[in-house]
């Protein structure tokens, strides 16, 4: 993936971390061949912060990501709450959590199709701008 903006949500961003996640080698063997922009939503660094909070140091590192650069962290407005409030709802049988909602919104407002998650589950299922699919990384 060259010159690319891609969403980060919870589960890569603690695998990357975590050096004991299982899935520490793959997301990080990702994070090797992308050249692009992470963006990410203030619900994802809280969720890190918290699946952290019990490895020592873990909520400064995930903090000390985001103060090198390692990805942009986007602000809710209220115009992207407003819409994950509506997607929360629509998904509601899957159900959506907050932190996935936004960044489906963020999809929306960036636009990019592209996102970094090991919750296939989830993302193959919700759609950006009503009907198009996510490109799940890594493949």
């Known amino acids: 993936m060259a010159d690319v903006r891609c969403l980060l949500d919870t589960g890569p961003l ?25 963006l990410t939503t203030e619900p994802v660094l809280t969720e890190a912060m918290a699946l952290l909070a019990d490895v020592h140091g873990g909520p400064s590192v995930v903090l000390d990501f985001f103060l090198r650069g390692g990805a942009v962290l986007v602000p809710q407005s209220p115009r992207s709450l407003r819409r994950a409030r509506e997607l929360i709802e629509k998904y509601g049988d899957l159900p959506m959590d907050f932190a996935d909602a936004t960044l489906v919104a963020l999809a929306e407002e960036v636009p990019t199709p592209d996102i970094f998650t090991l919750d296939r589950r989830g993302f193959r299922v919700y759609r950006w701008s009503g009907r198009n699919a996510f490109r799940i990384h890594p493949g």
């Open 14 to 38: 603690v695998a990357l971390l975590h050096a004991g996640d299982a899935q520490h080698a793959s997301c990080a063997g990702f994070i090797e061949g992308f050249s692009g922009q992470l």
